[in-house]
């Protein structure tokens, strides 16, 4: 078979890591990891945060020393032989290393005389970097002025200064647009032909599938070393598509996870998609599907599938936070409403002329990449910032106006947890009970859910800060949720969690839906806006696309295309930078 | 060889960077060119330990013409504000109100006394709410009433004529040696803080991490940190004693190669204190906390600059032995003000040096060329 056929000779591999440990005193950041990167290929470093990408690329790197265990690259040691090696290895850190005072062509030159290049071949190797990256007509420009996209081209260059044979790239795609990201492949692509070993840490299990090979980490541990497709074939016949229903997919995603035998599901779009085990319950899909007037497909599994049933299967379709909700009816059906809101700052427009409206019971989502705008309008919506023009209206209140009222009757949960570090778990709790009017018998009952609902009886004594990812943030989610709000707004609520803790969020905000509760979020994993009713896609503070998920990407497809979310809106994206040329 | 030439070369390459960073960043000039300049001004005008025209009562008991003159005498000094009172009870709500700061009580009784050739009894009293100005007070105001009394002929007898002179500032103008100390914490705040600023951005936007994977050495990374602030503080230094000398007329009776010297060898512990807080802090506003902690502060209050170390509890006249702006502030005021008096001075670039090799030691020891730790 074709897998047969991936499995690399041993004289082909330049880095060899053998029972690597590293920990950061009672931290274990790295657990007895045993694995080889071969030269001429593309090498997936594949985990949710916290899984030790970053300390294994550092390890490999020679930044950190292993606490036991050890790493030979080309028969060499990098901490011990760091002086031979540093020539061999090129690497790229979380946000790109360059100094955003200097020059495009000054950060080269930088690097250059830093990685002695001779002055006879530098300006050789300059037009060459510049070529590939497509960076020439920007030569003079600062770095700090460029785009998410151009930044990671210049730190690509300079990481590829010296010609090196391993090349480590920590999450190069993180905050970049889809286009750019593609551009991106294409050029490691072309360094893998020419026999480069490229490491591409990332947290994005879709990309995994479009490396040669993959370690899959999970809490520091190897949980998978070989080629994705060796890893999705297990789940050969075991992934399916529930499509073609009429009613929302919710409910039926919520029944299709109390069968026995399927261990996972998410929505995508209108249709279901679920993956099983070993058993034959295909039976039983098909009588479920048939029960709701859809058909039941026989789909390709995915990578993130197969680290599902890696962990053991995702969480059920029932939501614990939901069930101790009421049901909600503002009576009001625009319940989020935005009027031409633009936001401007100095010159800049963060946010410009955007317009929406969101009813109650929906799940919108707001995507785009870093620095498109999604933040600046999500924020104008929660009331933390002022519009220059238009307005946002939330549960019927102007939060221009009535900023308290309208703030008591929606959650917010932030990107970065907004959570006290010193306090403990349960002060944190009890601080955001009382911040949203909580007292008494209310406030302790409701306290006593969450830490039940969320299983945070274990870590009520300890600090937010010390919390593993998932828990802290089923904590934020916890104090965003406590009141009860009406109006739920999650702001990429699950970047970085593992699939587990992801399936387990979302299944709470279908549940919370479910009673009514509207929901705002913002995400850039692009298969999380299948879980969306409605999407508004964002593009240089633009709003380029405003439909349901299905919708958008039939519009963008040819005659019998299926094109992905990701797809989909790098389509959109060209087509409106082609708008923006021309107008 | 080649080794030497590479070390040479990447150091240069780390030392351009810095400078182009430095040019380009309005804050690093901000600190480096606009602070001196402000904190000089505020030093100069704002702070001031002499005594101007602070506003007394007098309280006149009778109006015999002894009683009057030695109340206008009061007034005629350049150090108080004379607002006179039949009793002392009239003045108790302005004293109380902090509008004076004491008066002189001048008894009835005043021109008999005299008169017997006994020494008359003058009451002082001062708000000690605020015990320098009370100090200062009482000490002028008994200076000016005993220096009338020797020029009264009917007290006459023989005296000691106590003349006093006051050597190196002669008029007694207290910014003469704070002009000379506010250089001194300039330069605390420029090498200490600006150091362990620039060094934190490193690591808080991840560049520190890139230069790491290249075969830049520690040694290498330190000295292109050092080099361009050396040059930038040496150059903030200049212009901080060119706006002394021409602004605030400060005398230069030393000269400008023992300024430069001076200034130059304390560079070494303010940087090195600024690259040993970046061993400890790598995100800026840490970093800035702790160089105001451990730069300013001490320089401000431990260094003879505003407070007298004889006079400071032995423990903390010990501590304040490892504050180098101590020996720089020092030598400044006596380049300055007296000469250049190399007994005084080479002892203290003595100790600024060994402080600077301590600092700077201590941060290459510590600065290690990996994430640990």
């Known amino acids: 078979m074709q897998n047969e056929a991936q499995v690399s000779l041993p004289e082909n591999s330049i880095v060899e890591i053998s029972a690597l ?18 030269a001429g290929k593309l090498t997936g470093l594949v985990g949710p945060d916290g899984a030790g990408k970053t300390t294994l690329l550092r390890c490999l790197a020679g930044l ?26 090129g690497y790229m850190p979380q946000r790109f290393g ?25 300006d050789q190797i300059f037009e060459q970097l510049l070529e590939f990256t497509k960076l020439a007509p920007f030569q003079q420009r600062r770095a700090g002025k460029l785009s998410g996209g151009m930044k990671q081209k210049l730190g690509l260059a300079c990481a590829l200064m010296s010609r090196p044979k391993l090349l480590l790239l920590d999450e190069p795609g993180v905050g970049v647009d889809p286009v750019s990201r593609q551009d991106l492949w294409q050029m490691v692509d072309v360094l893998t032909e020419e026999g480069m070993a490229v490491v591409w840490a990332t947290a994005y299990l879709d990309e995994a599938e479009q490396c040669e090979t993959v370690l899959l980490m999970n809490e520091g541990s190897l949980a998978f070393a070989g080629s994705p497709t060796e890893l999705t074939d297990r789940l050969h016949g075991r992934s399916f598509r529930i499509s073609g229903i009429q009613n929302h997919p919710r409910e039926l995603l919520k029944e299709a996870l109390q069968l026995p035998g399927v261990i996972d599901g998410v929505i995508q779009g209108r249709a279901v998609r679920t ?11 098909q009588n479920l599907a048939a029960s709701v007037g859809g058909q039941l497909e026989s789909v390709a599994p995915r990578f993130e599938d197969a680290f599902v049933d890696l962990l053991g299967g995702g969480p059920g379709g029932q939501s614990a936070l939901a069930e101790q909700m009421e049901t909600v009816s503002l009576g009001e059906q625009n319940v989020v409403e935005c009027r031409n809101l633009t936001k401007r700052f100095g010159s800049f427009a963060a946010t410009d002329n955007v317009s929406f409206t969101v009813n109650q019971g929906e799940i919108f989502g707001l995507l785009g990449p870093n620095g498109a705008g999604k933040s600046t309008t999500f924020k104008m919506l929660c009331g933390l910032l002022k519009p220059t023009e238009g307005t946002a209206r939330v549960a019927g209140l102007d939060l221009s106006r009535s900023t308290t009222e309208a703030k008591l009757k929606l959650g917010y949960m932030a990107q970065k947890f907004s959570l006290y570090g010193l306090l403990s778990v349960e002060q944190n709790l009890d601080f955001f009970a009382g911040v949203y009017g909580l007292t008494g018998a209310t406030k302790k009952s409701r306290i006593e859910e969450m830490v039940e609902t969320f299983q945070l009886q274990a870590y009520l004594t300890s600090s937010p800060d010390n919390l593993p990812l998932g828990f802290k943030q089923r904590l934020a989610l916890a104090c965003a949720t406590m009141h009860r709000p009406p109006v739920l707004f999650l702001d990429e609520p699950t970047s970085g969690v593992d699939p587990i803790t992801r399936r387990e969020f979302w299944t709470h905000i279908n549940g919370l839906v479910g009673k009514g509760v509207t929901v705002m979020v913002t995400t850039h994993f692009m298969d999380e806006a299948e879980y969306c009713d409605r999407i508004a896609l964002m593009y240089n503070a633009k709003l380029i696309a405003l439909d349901s998920t299905d919708n958008i990407k039939a519009s963008m497809a040819g005659p019998q295309e299926d094109l992905t979310m990701e797809q989909a809106f790098i389509r959109l994206i060209k087509q409106s930078d082609l708008q923006r040329e021309a107008a | 060889m080649a080794a030497n030439s590479r070390t040479a070369s990447r150091t240069l390459a780390l030392i351009q960077k810095e400078s182009l960073q430095v040019v380009r960043d ?182 520190m991490e890139a230069l790491l994977s290249t075969p830049a050495r520690v040694n290498e990374i330190i000295i292109g940190k050092v080099l361009p602030y050396f040059v930038l503080g040496m150059l903030a230094s200049t212009i901080a004693s060119l706006i002394s000398l021409f602004v605030f007329g400060i005398p230069l009776r030393g000269s400008l190669f023992a300024l430069l010297i001076v200034s130059a060898v304390f560079m070494l512990p303010a940087l090195g204190q600024g690259l040993v807080i970046s061993v400890v802090a790598k995100n800026q506003f840490i970093a800035s906390q702790l160089a105001l ?18 006079s400071m509890p032995q423990v903390i006249q010990y501590i304040t032995n490892v504050v180098a702006a101590k020996y720089y502030i020092s030598s400044l005021q006596t380049i300055f003000l007296v000469g250049d008096e190399w007994s005084t001075l080479l002892p203290n670039v003595l100790y600024m040096g060994l402080l600077g090799a301590l600092f700077l030691g201590i941060s290459r020891l510590k600065t290690r060329r990996s994430l640990e730790g």
């Open chain 1, 21 to 38: 440990h590293k920990s950061f005193q009672d931290l274990q950041a790295l657990c007895d990891v045993t694995a080889t990167i071969d």
């Open chain 1, 64 to 89: 950190l020393s292993p606490t036991s265990g050890s790493i030979r690259i080309l028969q060499q040691d990098p901490v011990t032989d760091s002086s031979e090696l540093v020539e061999q290895i």
């Open chain 1, 98 to 122: 360059l100094y955003e005072d200097l020059s495009v062509i000054e950060n080269l030159r930088l690097y250059a005389q830093l990685r002695q290049i001779e002055t006879t071949q530098r």
């Open chain 1, 275 to 285: 993956v099983t085990d070993a058993t034959e319950v295909r039976t039983d899909l």
């Open chain 2, 26 to 207: 309005p804050s690093a000039l901000l600190i480096a060119f606009i602070l001196p300049v402000v904190m000089l001004f505020l030093f100069a005008y704002a702070v001031s330990l002499d005594i101007q025209r602070v506003k007394i009562g007098v309280v006149l008991e009778s109006d015999t013409p002894k009683s009057v003159a030695l109340a206008s005498y009061l007034g005629g000094t350049r150090y108080f504000e004379v607002h006179p009172a039949r009793s002392a009870e009239q003045l108790g709500a302005r004293l109380v109100s902090g509008d004076l700061k004491g008066y002189v009580l001048i008894p009835g009784n005043l021109e008999q006394r005299v008169a017997q050739g006994n020494q008359p009894l003058v009451q002082i009293i001062t708000d000690a709410s605020q015990p320098n100005t009370a100090n200062f007070v009482a000490g002028y105001a008994q200076g000016a009433v005993q220096r009338w009394f020797s020029e009264q002929p009917s007290l006459a007898g023989p005296r000691i004529n106590i003349e006093a002179r006051y050597w190196y500032n002669p008029s007694i103008d207290s910014r003469q040696f704070l002009i000379p100390g506010a250089i001194g914490i300039i330069m605390t705040m420029i090498g200490t803080l600006l150091t362990a600023l620039v060094m934190a951005r490193e690591w808080e936007r991840g560049t």
């Open chain 2, 293 to 310: 902690l451990s730069g300013f502060l001490p320089a401000f209050l431990l260094s003879g600059f505003l407070f007298e170390i004889d």
